[in-house]
């Protein structure tokens, strides 16, 4: 029964965590069923990002610390968007005023509701970070992981090549959390692996309910390649690297 009690605990926890992301899947399903009216859907989708954002500042959810990491991830995310939309990865296929360079700026709200789980979850559960790897390693391998996600287009995609440099950085570095009173310790590449897998999940919903589209789910929707998990577990290793660091510098400059 305490085991039991534990997991409910940590569910209700990452549930709180997965607000703003169960926002946005909720705007994309609404809009998708009814027609509102006044505003594009792309439209409606984006006035109900910034509300739920403007919503979690002011009632104290998020700190200006946090929205100032998800604004970072918002443009970092966007700025992916407009290349791989330019690149014909997938696309955005439905009007909307909201729109630049083909990619919808909700598009942004999407990568910032990674960031905003990570910002949350961090402090609910506690989360340290043990035996982590210098600095300059840590942002050279996050700098180069986002970075083949726009030169594999026209060079070698070295995904996998990074992958293993992930799994040799990080091999002794384990994440705590506390859940309940009680510390729980996790391999970081296990975590990695576990909110890459989930985030393929959102995806394959998300893309249900018409956020995007990839080129094979044009005629009609179908699930989303399992080798997409791999582009997700790169880009949470690297949601995952700027938040502890910037956490980490935090620390230290509260303490200077």
Known sequence: MRALMQLVRFGREQALSCLFPVVIFASLGLTQIISLPFLLRYDWILLI????????????LETRAELQV????????????????????????????????????????????????LCQAWRRLNVNLIKWPPFPLVVALAAAIYLNFFTHHFWMDVRWWLSLFVIILFWRSWVSYEVGGLTYKMPIALSFVLIGFF??????????????????????????HLGKVSSWLLLVIVSFLIVATLKQIKDKTQKA
Not at 49 to 60: A, K, V
Not at 73 to 97: C, D, N, Q, R, T
Not at 215 to 221: K, L, S
């Open 49 to 60: 990002c910034i509300l739920m954002q403007w919503w979690m500042l002011r009632s104290g």
């Open 70 to 117: 998800i604004t970072l991830f918002h443009l970092i995310g966007l700025a992916l968007e407009i290349y791989k939309v330019h690149m014909g990865s997938w696309a955005y296929p439905e009007e909307g005023y909201s729109k630049i360079f083909g990619v919808p700026l909700y598009s942004g709200f999407m990568y910032a509701s990674v960031a905003s789980y």
């Open 199 to 224: 985030i393929w999940i959102a995806e394959n919903i998300a893309t249900f309910f018409g956020a995007w589209e990839y080129p094979n789910q044009t005629e009609a929707w179908s699930l989303v």
